[in-house]
């Protein structure tokens, strides 16, 4: 999802698996009629997976929820990186973890797994982005993924 927009972004990966594999993105400046390809980086020589989520926030970055590596083992460890949130760099070149701040904190998962279980963004011009947790709670932030806030369920 994009929060822009003049903005659009595909993830693109694929090994047959259940797993989306983080190998490549696709963005377009102008309305998906051309595209620039960009190689995700490996994770200290590692495959990183999206199952989560990827959301184009207003500042043109991308943040994606990098929630597996090709080295965990199972479910019982991890491999010893943070599990979560990525942001990239403007020219899309990098990846590094972005860890904003959560209102309030966020509920630690079991074994170190992330606590955000999937990512969202409002389509063009809306601006806001959205997680949900593994504890059944949603986080709304509109500041570019600064700042989440807890939306309580009534």
Known sequence: ASTRDDVLGVVAGGDGATLLPFQ?????????????????PLFDGEMGYVSGGVAILPDGTVL????????????????????????????????????????????????????????????PGGGVVWVTTWDERLYVSTDGAQTFQEIPAK
């Open 64 to 123: 994606a929820l990098v929630d597996t590596f090709s080295d965990d083992r199972s479910k019982k460890r991890r491999a010893p990186r943070h599990h979560g949130l990525w942001r990239s760099t403007q020219d899309w070149s990098s990846l590094s973890p972005s860890r904003p701040t959560f209102d309030p904190p966020l509920t630690p998962h079991g074994r170190g797994w992330s606590p955000i279980m999937s990512l969202g963004a409002s389509t």
């Open 24 to 40: 490549a993105l696709a963005r377009s400046d102008d309305g998906g009629v051309t595209w620039r390809r960009y190689d995700v």
